[in-house]
């Protein structure tokens, strides 16, 4: 009885995060769900079911190619790209370069700005006439590297992932920094040993035993792809030509510019079933051949 009375307490105490996750979780889902079958604008008490009718109409629509075109450039380049940089600066603080704390608090800090800053910084950084970026090349005489950055459709959209790098490789760079911390010098020492160089104990050590922090990496970076709302949204609205528009900002846009709210919890749907499959898929990858692992999680 006693042993009963226990588990009731234990239940009342992770209540309060069940209650959480309803709400904001589980409830927003099969919100969006319902309406996607509806024609609706969001604010009107009148509803008319039109069943299957929003997914064809999405499916048919030709921005939405756009949206996974964009969505696989964006996530190959962000993902990779500060991986890469996350590692090697990890690298190099975790082996004993000089001020290491005081650099990493620095690659860290774009890390916790707002990102409606970050996009209203670079927003003057590449403005065509008076950025810092246009004007830095005509006074070096580089005149013909001056772009329309986020006017050009052929680049903007690498424009907003350079900031997307330049904002999140600190992160990268502290979760491979808290992975190499943990693995064991006698590894490195034995290498050594054996004549083995920097070059080769990075690549036959500290790059196989990141392994997790690889697949956490991409997993996060996959589905931070599919949100990304805020930095696009401040620096281009989506735009030029729907050239770096994102399955958030064309949900905002048939929310609040198109009054479409059937239309956008139909996107919302599709967006949701797409981060399930890379999470899926991602996991199956990472759980492949280790069946410890699968059922430790």
Avoid at 92 to 107: D, S, W
Wanted: proline share 3%; net charge positive.
């Amino acid at each position: 009885m006693k042993k009963q009375h226990y588990q009731k307490e234990a239940y009342l105490f992770i209540l309060p995060i069940y209650i959480l996750f309803a709400v904001y979780i589980v409830y927003p889902i099969f919100f969006n769900i319902y309406h996607s079958f509806f024609k609706w604008n969001g604010v009107s008490s009148e509803k008319t079911f039109i069943g299957t009718e929003n997914y064809i109409r999405i499916l048919k629509d030709p921005v939405l190619l756009i949206l996974i075109k964009n969505f696989f450039i964006f996530g190959f380049l962000t993902i990779v790209l500060q991986a890469v940089f996350g590692i090697i600066l990890a690298n190099f603080l975790v082996h004993g370069l000089k001020f290491a704390g005081f650099y990493r608090t620095i690659y860290y800090i774009p890390v916790v700005a707002t990102p409606v800053v970050i996009g209203n910084i670079f927003s003057k950084i590449f403005e065509t006439n008076r950025g810092h970026l246009n004007v830095t090349l005509r006074a070096l005489g580089l005149d013909f590297l001056a772009k329309q950055w986020l006017a050009d459709p052929k680049i903007a959209l690498y424009c907003i992932a350079a900031v997307n790098i330049w904002q999140w490789t600190g992160y990268s760079m502290l979760v491979y920094y808290a992975n190499m911390l943990n693995i064991p010098e006698d590894l490195y020492e034995s290498a050594t040993i054996d004549g083995a160089g920097d070059f080769t104990t990075f690549f036959k050590i500290t790059l196989p035993l990141c392994r997790n922090s690889h697949f956490s990496l991409f997993i996060l970076g996959a589905l931070g792809t599919l949100k990304c709302f805020d930095i696009p949204y401040v620096l281009t609205k989506g735009g030029p030509n729907y050239a770096t528009e994102f399955f958030s900002t064309y949900i905002y846009k048939k929310s609040f510019d198109l009054w479409d709210q059937g239309g956008s919890s139909t996107l919302v749907v599709i967006m949701f079933v797409f981060a399930l499959i890379i999470t899926f898929a991602q996991l199956r990858v990472y759980y492949r051949g280790n069946s410890e692992k699968e059922l430790s999680a």
